[in-house]
């Protein structure tokens, strides 16, 4: 069912080879940066901005995108095509970045606590929707500084039922 399923192996295999070069988030900030890596960073730095935000990711292509449209051509006198082109702010873009720097944030918090002493604190808390939720927050130490963490968050199953 796969649109492409006609295509030969080669065609794949070159998808495959544009995926792996593609930087990660590990790769972006682990190596020195180079002026082509700038609008990369950029893009990270605004995913990181519309994840703090809470809003709909799609702010990015609606909100974030014509207004540096706006600041390039009116503050700088320049024209935008090149560096917004350098710049994927889509949806999806938006999703698969905000994910993959999550992923690296979970990865270095475990990894930290592997080797670290900490302490869990489990609390309930229940949403607008009457849903119930399970927090688990780890307490640790870092550079001499107590540092708090949400660990994860589970949906409670509970036995009662709302009557209206």
């Given amino acids: 069912m796969h649109p492409d399923k006609n295509k030969n192996v080669a065609y794949f295999q070159n998808l ?3 995926h792996n070069a593609q930087p990660s988030v590990s790769k972006l900030f682990s190596v020195a940066v180079n002026q082509d890596d700038d609008e990369l960073r950029a893009s990270y730095n605004i995913y990181l901005l519309i994840a703090q935000t809470g809003k709909p990711h799609i ?6 995108l014509p207004a540096i449209k ?4 009116t503050v700088l006198h320049k024209p935008t095509a090149d ?4 710049i994927p702010l889509s949806n999806n ?10 992923e690296n944030i979970e990865e270095s918090l475990c990894n930290h606590l592997k080797t670290s002493q900490f302490s869990i604190q ?3 808390s229940i949403l607008p929707t009457n ?8 307490r640790f130490t870092k550079d001499e500084k107590i540092c708090q963490e949400l660990l994860f968050a589970r949906n409670l199953e509970t036995g009662r039922r709302n009557h209206i």
């Fill in 93 to 102: 873009s938006v999703q698969r970045r905000i994910d993959e720097m999550a």
């Fill in 122 to 124: 489990l609390d309930e």
């Fill in 83 to 86: 560096v917004i082109l350098k």
């Fill in 16 to 18: 495959e080879m544009k």
């Fill in 70 to 73: 706006e600041v390039i051509t």
């Fill in 131 to 138: 849903e119930a939720l399970l927090l688990f927050f780890v």
């Fill in 59 to 64: 702010n990015g292509e609606t909100l974030i």
